[in-house]
């Protein structure tokens, strides 16, 4: 809508929700595979294709690139990320299950009602939500609103090393792209949900518990993406 609305010529509108717009549509066509993993991504052919000049393509671009999801090499231009390889995709679980249980243990005995009313209001979110055009923004928004559950989650556990060690990674971004399927989504929410209660009840040991769990099981999930 935004990009219709820049082809109209609409002078109130402010460059950065252009690039915001060219961004959310490079960011859906990445997270779903219409662009495929290590192919290139021509400026020109985008710009054309939604109807915008080249300068907000190269800033969503350079965005993405920080997200790790493409990449820019000297006279080839952009390309998408290759896909994740098997090995990448063990160390980085591995390193989930190191650090991730620790972080809701102690998220969970620094918890307050605040910050419990606010990750009870991300969870929501995801479950329900804005309603999502199609399934591919749907699950790309997903993916997005996951990694802010779990960065907050690590936020409230206050070990700001931890935090910015995983964010570093972009890993639910990663982990999303390798698979397109809605039960990843639907099982998510229910570990998400036990995750809640321990954190409701104020048990660290079961929601140590719980993140481990959800991060064993989105293994197992997503491992079919390899067989
Ligand atoms: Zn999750």
Do not use: C
């Amino acid at each position: 809508m935004l990009l219709q609305r820049e082809h109209q010529g609409d002078a109130s509108l402010r460059p950065a929700s252009v690039v915001d717009g060219v961004y959310d549509s490079i960011y859906e066509r990445l997270m779903s595979l219409a662009i495929a993993p290590g192919s290139r991504i021509p400026i020109d052919v985008i710009a054309r294709d939604l109807g915008v000049s080249q300068t907000p393509v190269r800033e969503a671009l350079s965005r993405l690139e920080r997200e790790g999801l493409v990449h820019k090499a000297h006279l080839i231009g952009y390309s998408a990320t290759p896909q994740l390889s098997r090995k990448q995709f063990e160390d980085l679980f591995n390193f989930r299950l190191l650090v991730e249980p620790e972080g809701a243990r102690l998220a969970a005995l620094n918890m307050t009602p605040a910050a419990l009313a606010h990750i009870e209001e991300i969870a929501a979110d995801m479950a329900h939500g804005a309603a999502p055009v199609d399934r591919t923004s749907r699950y790309s928004r997903f993916a997005r609103i996951d990694a802010h559950f779990h960065d907050e989650i690590l936020r409230i556990a206050g070990n700001e090393v931890i935090r910015s060690t995983l964010s570093s990674q972009h890993v639910h971004l990663h982990l999303f792209r390798l698979m397109f399927h809605s039960r990843v989504t639907q099982e998510a929410l229910e570990e998400h949900e036990n995750l809640l209660a321990a954190f409701r009840a104020g048990d660290s040991a079961a929601a140590e518990t719980a993140m481990r769990k959800h991060i064993q099981q989105s293994r197992d999930r997503l491992m079919l993406a390899f067989e």
